[in-house]
């Protein structure tokens, strides 16, 4: 006689990474089979006597234990009562023809979350690999290795294993996450991997390649750092640097060039400064277009601004590159690019330490650094937004964080002095 009953699969070699094995259908028919329902809990999770989920531990949390329980005991009414259908001529069958009568029987349920899992099953590499291809063909590397890095960072935790869409829950967002903090990650570089794989499953729900149950990511709020070191230098600094004096042609007095015309430039980013030709300067503008967002900007030259650009355009075509530090913005020349970032990031250590600055500062504090004297001059956040060129208002607000909090100080030191 044929018997199906609602387990947990305890069995050593069912058990998953995190600890937890799977729900289950037991069906005994000659032989004993058992069928994955796509759920799983821990021991204490399971409820065995009722067969059901406990809410109240702790593997459960997020999990809609209702609704799954009534999943679960939908699909067992179901198995038996095909077992009732079937009646004396279940002896025609074996058990593996009983499992494929019950699936069927599964399938004409629109709603079985069976069937949704098997229509939605790519996975992060294969719609990742779609958008990374995509970002190259467009040259745009720097986003594309972005991509990659969160794919990467998936399928180490995964034990080298491909991720489906289906499995990113709430459940294996926070498991990568204390993974990673386990291995001494900074919540920083967490976020960035997370961000990374958001942006690949959102891609596939808009682009109509993955229906979700339910989006992980309307709950899961990425880390982030919290307050990080100061980003953002002073006025001051700024003239200390525009009045440091080199060799002319020499290495530090074109890094020197390369920083004031990006402070000029409203905090430009390094990447945009180097793709910079002529043909983007008129007499009374810099055009360019953000790299990273495509954003396209338009820079009024002031007197100081055009004193540097005019010694760079002597000699030069409208098709030229401006700065002998050039990158054309393919992909096959990004790493040339990589070199040259990091080179004048060196040089900025030097022209740091001869102004008197103290502590870090790169081709990217002088962006944050237009932003926070800007705001400091009573410019408001909107305006800087736009300026800077960021596509949301909360990109600019991290920017000038720092800014706010010192004027919280300032405001505390008032009231309590």
Wanted: net charge positive.
């Amino acid at each position: 006689m044929a018997k199906i009953s609602l387990i947990l699969d305890t069995r050593k070699n069912s058990k998953k990474g995190d600890g937890t094995y799977p729900i289950s259908l037991s069906i005994y028919h000659k032989k004993t089979r058992f069928i994955s329902l796509g759920y799983s809990t821990s021991i204490l999770g399971w409820d065995e006597s009722n067969c059901k989920l406990r809410k109240s531990v702790a593997c459960n949390k997020n999990h809609k234990c209702e609704e799954i329980d009534m999943e679960l005991e939908d699909k067992l009414f179901q198995a038996k009562y095909l077992l009732r259908e079937l009646g004396s001529s279940i002896q025609l069958l074996d058990v593996n023809g009983l499992i494929e009568l019950i699936k069927n029987r599964w399938d004409d349920n629109i709603t079985s979350e069976i069937k949704k899992k098997v229509e939605n099953n790519i996975t992060l590499r294969e719609w990742g690999e779609v958008i990374i291809n995509r970002k190259r063909s467009a040259d745009k590397p720097g986003t594309a290795r972005w991509y990659e890095t969160g794919v990467l960072a998936a399928e180490k935790f995964n034990k080298g294993e491909t991720v489906k869409l289906y499995d990113i829950t709430v459940s294996f967002l926070r498991n990568i996450e204390a993974f990673y903090l386990g291995k001494g990650n900074s919540k920083t570089t967490i976020g960035i991997h997370l961000r990374a794989i958001r942006a690949i499953y959102n891609s596939a729900i808009e682009e109509d390649q993955f229906v979700p149950l339910k989006n992980p990511f309307e709950t899961y709020k990425t880390p982030t750092a919290g307050r990080s070191k100061k980003r953002s230098r002073t006025k001051e600094d700024i003239n200390n640097i525009r009045n440091l004096e080199y060799p002319k042609e020499s290495i530090l007095w074109h890094a020197k060039n390369y920083t004031m015309v990006m402070f000029y430039c409203r905090g430009m980013n390094f990447i945009d400064l180097v793709q910079v030709k002529v043909e983007h300067i008129t007499q009374t503008h810099l055009y360019y277009g953000r790299s990273k967002s495509d954003k396209p900007l338009a820079i009024k030259i002031v007197p100081e601004l055009r004193e540097i650009l005019d010694y760079y355009l002597v000699g030069k075509q409208q098709k030229e590159y401006l700065f002998p530090t050039n990158y054309d913005g393919s992909t096959e020349h990004y790493q040339k690019y990589k070199s040259q970032r990091r080179r004048m990031n060196e040089r900025l250590k030097i022209i740091a330490k001869d102004a008197g600055i103290e502590g870090t500062f790169t081709t990217y504090y002088i962006r944050h650094t237009w932003a926070t004297i800007a705001k400091y001059m009573g410019i408001s956040t909107e305006l800087i937004s736009e300026a800077l060129g960021h596509s949301s208002l909360k990109t600019t607000q991290v920017y000038l964080r720092d800014f706010d909090n010192e004027v919280l100080d300032e405001v505390n030191a008032m009231v309590v002095s």
